[in-house]
Antibody
């Protein structure tokens, strides 16, 4: 059974850097075709993809946020970390991490974490 | 960008259809997620028409050119949720989500 869980601060101040950790189980991020993505959702709004990292350390970022995002993995800890710099109140959202297997589900995220709400406020 | 109607209403037992269109869909597969209030999104359709394990047969997907459609037959109150389509955009090298459709079962 695949599970993912996001962790990090619930409140950050404007201009600070947000660091979120996705801790997963039930799969390995060394398996061919496997990836973990980050997606956010402002309150009452739509989903927005942020970043994606694959088993081979291939990384993809949302073009509009690329300058502020960094995604890394630690396969020994079964973790994926997302950092987002220069946080602003408009970045207030629930952040999700999700599993992807190209070989099984193609471009879809088949399993999602419970999400973590991050508020940006002074 | 992927375009979805903001809302769709359906009577219980009837069929609901939600469309997702995009000029750059091309030959890229579309997938669909269901999100109920306070919950994480759940994958209900991938690669245009395939259902993950546990998704009922009354939820189906189809594709015609640059428009994908999610169809829910025999709609039930439990189907009331937000639905999002998603695809990979080769041109901009990014994952793209539709704006979401709120399905209301009247």
């Amino acid at each position: 059974q695949i599970t993912l869980k996001e962790s990090g601060p619930t409140l950050v101040k404007p201009t600070q850097t947000l660091t979120l950790t996705c801790t997963f189980s039930g799969f390995s991020l060394t398996t061919s075709g496997v990836g973990v993505g980050w997606i956010r959702q402002p309150p009452g709004k739509a989903l927005e993809w942020l970043a994606l990292i694959y088993f081979n350390d291939d990384k993809r970022y949302s073009p509009s946020l690329k300058s502020r995002l960094t995604i890394t993995k630690d396969t020994s800890k079964n973790q994926v970390v997302l950092t987002m710099t220069n946080m602003d109140p408009v970045d207030t959202a629930t952040f999700y991490c999700a599993h992807k297997s190209i070989t099984v589900f193609g471009d879809a995220f088949d399993t999602w974490g419970q999400g973590t709400m991050v508020t940006v406020s002074s | 960008e992927l375009t979805q109607p903001p809302s769709v209403s359906v009577s219980p037992g009837q069929t609901a259809s939600i469309t997702c269109s995009g000029e750059k869909l091309g030959d890229k597969y579309v997938c669909w997620y269901q999100q109920k209030p306070g919950q994480s999104p759940q994958l209900v359709i991938y690669q245009d028409r395939k259902r993950p394990s546990g998704i009922p047969e009354r939820i189906s997907g189809s594709r015609s050119g640059k428009t994908a459609t999610l169809t829910i037959s025999g709609t039930q109150a439990m189907d009331e949720a937000d639905y999002y389509c998603q695809a990979w955009d080769d041109f901009t090298a990014q994952v793209v989500f539709g704006g979401g459709t709120k399905l209301t079962v009247l």
